[in-house]
């Protein structure tokens, strides 16, 4: 993506990452304002509470709010080697030669699962009690989540298995891939509401929401209107993880 390139470019000037930083970080608390908003919604059946469209919420409010706490990790980072550089602009360093680079690809992403569990989410009638996402993270700028999904998505019995694939080129051997494995557990015993309101009334769902916000989020989401100022952290929790090093190259499994 272009912020991302921008970013990584060896000759950005420090102010102007600082700048694009704070950019791209004001961007991502409107949006996050925008789905906490859309998910304050989720508050009986009839509003999306227990949905898919609620679980894509919380997917996207995770993925926002990571992405911005790693910005902001790296706002400060850049911040203290800026004002390093200007107090040592006279040290002069030679450069090292480092080990060549490479790219490294993970994909074919599966997820093991109790097969007594699978059985029981198989034959439980209504919606999934639970969905779940992978989370790949190298350095800061690279956060791909993969879709969410269930115990009925499982295959040959007890493995969910996610379609995406991820590519990181130019990477020093040194590198550290976290992969995370996130759960939401959705309260399923929703009450519906009353219907105090007339029939005309509009009602306001996730789906509505979460669709102007992936337009406006194409646009301009640093410019786009919030409603409402309440902001709320995903309901998904991290379950397990695991660092991909070196050393893990050539490996299929990998405890959590």
């Known amino acids: 993506?272009?912020?991302?390139?921008?970013?990584?470019?060896?000759?950005?000037?420090?102010?102007?990452?600082?700048?694009?930083?704070?950019?791209?970080?004001?961007?991502?608390?409107?949006?996050?304002q925008q789905t906490s908003q859309a998910l304050n919604c989720c508050i009986d059946e009839e509003h999306g509470k227990g949905s898919l469209e609620e679980a894509e919420a919380e997917r996207l409010l995770l993925i926002f709010s990571e992405k911005r706490l790693a910005l902001?990790?790296?706002?400060?980072?850049?911040k203290a080697e800026n004002t390093a550089t200007k107090e040592n602009t006279s040290l002069n360093t030679n450069d090292?030669?480092?080990?060549?680079?490479?790219?490294?690809?993970?994909?074919?992403?599966?997820?093991p699962?109790?097969?007594?569990?699978?059985?029981?989410?198989?034959?439980?009638?209504g919606k999934p009690s639970h969905y779940f996402l992978v989370m790949i993270r190298y350095g800061t700028h690279n956060i791909v989540a993969t879709p969410i999904a269930t115990a009925l998505d499982?295959?040959?019995g007890d493995s969910i298995a996610f379609p995406t694939t991820v590519t990181l080129q130019d990477i020093r051997s040194s590198f550290e891939i976290?992969?995370?494995?996130?759960?939401l557990a959705q309260n399923l015993n929703v009450v519906t509401s009353e219907k105090k309101r007339p029939s005309k009334a509009k009602v306001i769902t996730p789906k509505k929401?979460?669709?102007?916000?992936t337009k406006s989020n194409m646009n301009s989401p640093a410019s786009s209107p919030v409603v409402g100022n309440s902001t709320r952290t995903s309901s998904f929790t991290l379950v397990g993880s695991h660092k991909i090093t070196m050393d893990s190259l050539g490996k299929n499994k990998f405890p959590l």
């Open 209 to 213: 929401l979460l669709s102007s916000i």
């Open 1 to 32: 993506e272009g912020i991302e390139e921008s970013l990584e470019s060896p000759n950005l000037d420090p102010r102007e990452k600082i700048q694009m930083l704070n950019n791209e970080i004001n961007s991502l608390q409107t949006t996050i």
């Open 72 to 78: 902001l990790s790296e706002l400060s980072k850049t």
């Open 113 to 125: 699962l109790k097969v007594e569990y699978v059985c029981s989410a198989t034959l439980k009638p």
């Open 178 to 183: 976290d992969v995370e494995v996130y759960s």
């Open 154 to 156: 499982a295959q040959k």
């Open 96 to 111: 090292k030669l480092e080990p060549c680079r490479g790219t490294v690809t993970i994909s074919d992403i599966r997820l």
